[in-house]
């Protein structure tokens, strides 16, 4: 349920009332934008007499939510998130570049692409520490010492890090950590997601392989529930009967999404085929959509990669590439204005 109050609430009539509704059993979120003031009702709203509440001096409207997920959702917060991470931020009109390898080499590989990337522009660091593996047999990543090579990348760069957390096991290791990803695979593990919503740092959510818009939002609701509300979702491709690309990337998703929450949405081409050529036309796609930012796989030298090469683009490529992406963002912006 959200309650839509007056403009310019009186603040005593205003404590009031929460206090009221904390009574009954309801968490009450506050949401103050530009133009109004929202109190989204989280909870057992069955029992509250809508009537009643509509009929308050600085009450304006009352509705119910009809969807499962409720901090997630528009209704409940008009304005859009913005996710800061150190000196940037994902969302607010900008757009946001987390470029670097699929995983974690060397320090030699690391700092080499992190210095590159963001002589290109980009606003943050990607790195799989971790590694979630369809085969037992292929490269896992380096683990704890792949975190600790991000860190110097950092410290030699000042981006900030994003890299895949797979376990509750491992939170203690991402403290230092600037946004954690969830993956695709984990996107349902919902005690991973609990522990998550306890953190007060940015956590970015993959859609899952055949995951649906509310499932997805309902994995971001989890994070949400527990009190930390800067999640960013990452569309990367959804399983469908095409073989000829890795996945399927579903840039529809974006002016959906933008209609049903207020939190940003990042796009990730790499994943979503497989093929560094699809790349460039796919993230001009998302920029045109309307995509917060992109993440984006680059590699000193993708033949020898110990994972997912084929998708990941060299340096040069990426800079042209993200030189073309601002020049997109910056024209979509001279036009909605």
């Not at 919503?197 to 993959?206: D, E, Y």
């Not at 469908?240 to 690309?245: L, N």
């Given at each position: 349920m959200?309650v839509i109050?007056?403009?310019?609430p009186?603040?005593?009539q205003l404590e009031?009332l929460?206090?009221?509704?904390?009574?009954?059993?309801?968490i009450?979120?506050?949401?103050?934008?530009?133009?109004?003031t929202?109190l989204?009702?989280?909870?057992?709203?069955?029992?509250?007499?809508i009537d009643l509440i509509?009929?308050?001096d600085?009450v304006d409207d009352?509705?119910?939510?009809?969807?499962p997920?409720?901090?997630?959702?528009?209704?409940?917060?008009?304005?859009?998130?913005?996710?800061?991470?150190?000196?940037?931020q994902?969302g607010g009109?900008t757009l946001?570049?987390?470029?670097g390898?699929?995983s974690?080499?060397?320090?030699?590989?690391i700092?080499?692409?992190?210095k590159?990337?963001?002589?290109s522009?980009?606003?943050?660091?990607?790195?799989?520490?971790?590694?979630?593996?369809?085969?037992p047999?292929a490269?896992?990543g380096?683990?704890?010492d792949?975190l600790?090579?991000?860190?110097?990348a950092?410290q030699?760069?000042g981006?900030?890090?994003v890299?895949e957390?797979?376990d509750?096991?491992q939170?203690?290791?991402?403290e230092?950590?600037?946004?954690?990803?969830v993956?695709?695979?984990?996107m349902?593990?919902f005690?991973?997601?609990?522990?998550?919503?306890t953190?007060?740092?940015?956590?970015?959510?993959?859609?899952?392989?055949?995951?649906t818009?509310?499932?997805?939002?309902?994995?971001a609701?989890?994070?949400m529930?527990?009190?930390?509300?800067?999640?960013?979702?990452c569309?990367r491709?959804?399983?469908?009967f095409?073989t000829y690309t890795?996945n399927?990337l579903d840039?529809?998703?974006i002016?959906?999404?933008?209609?049903?929450t207020h939190?940003?949405i990042?796009?990730d081409?790499?994943?979503a085929t497989?093929?560094?050529a699809?790349?460039d036309?796919l993230s001009?796609g998302?920029?045109?959509?309307?995509a917060?930012?992109?993440i984006?796989?680059?590699?000193?030298?993708?033949?020898c990669?110990?994972?997912?090469?084929p998708?990941?683009l060299?340096?040069d490529?990426?800079d042209?590439?993200?030189?073309k992406?601002?020049?997109?963002?910056?024209l979509?912006k001279?036009?909605?204005?």
């Amino acid at each position: 349920m959200i309650v839509i109050l007056k403009n310019s609430p009186n603040k005593a009539q205003l404590e009031t009332l929460i206090s009221w509704l904390q009574e009954k059993g309801v968490i009450v979120h506050s949401i103050t934008g530009a133009n109004q003031t929202i109190l989204g009702l989280v909870g057992d709203t069955a029992k509250l007499d809508i009537d009643l509440i509509a009929a308050l001096d600085i009450v304006d409207d009352v509705k119910r939510v009809q969807e499962p997920y409720k901090n997630a959702n528009r209704k409940f917060h008009p304005e859009d998130t913005i996710v800061k991470v150190g000196n940037t931020q994902i969302g607010g009109g900008t757009l946001s570049l987390m470029a670097g390898p699929c995983s974690v080499e060397s320090e030699e590989q690391i700092i080499e692409v992190a210095k590159a990337v963001k002589a290109s522009g980009a606003t943050m660091l990607r790195g799989g520490a971790f590694k979630p593996r369809t085969s037992p047999y292929a490269f896992q990543g380096m683990g704890a010492d792949g975190l600790e090579l991000l860190k110097l990348a950092r410290q030699e760069t000042g981006l900030p890090i994003v890299s895949e957390l797979m376990d509750i096991s491992q939170i203690p290791l991402f403290e230092d950590v600037d946004v954690i990803q969830v993956g695709a695979r984990n996107m349902q593990n919902f005690n991973l997601l609990r522990e998550l919503g306890t953190l007060r740092k940015p956590v970015m959510i993959k859609r899952g392989l055949c995951a649906t818009y509310e499932e997805w939002l309902m994995s971001a609701e989890y994070v949400m529930a527990g009190g930390n509300d800067q999640v960013i979702l990452c569309e990367r491709g959804i399983r469908t009967f095409e073989t000829y690309t890795r996945n399927t990337l579903d840039l529809a998703a974006i002016p959906v999404l933008k209609t049903l929450t207020h939190l940003p949405i990042v796009i990730d081409p790499s994943h979503a085929t497989g093929k560094s050529a699809l790349v460039d036309p796919l993230s001009c796609g998302a920029v045109a959509t309307g995509a917060d930012g992109l993440i984006i796989e680059v590699h000193n030298n993708p033949a020898c990669a110990l994972c997912d090469g084929p998708q990941s683009l060299k340096p040069d490529v990426f800079d042209k590439l993200a030189k073309k992406l601002f020049s997109l963002h910056g024209l979509m912006k001279q036009v909605e204005d």
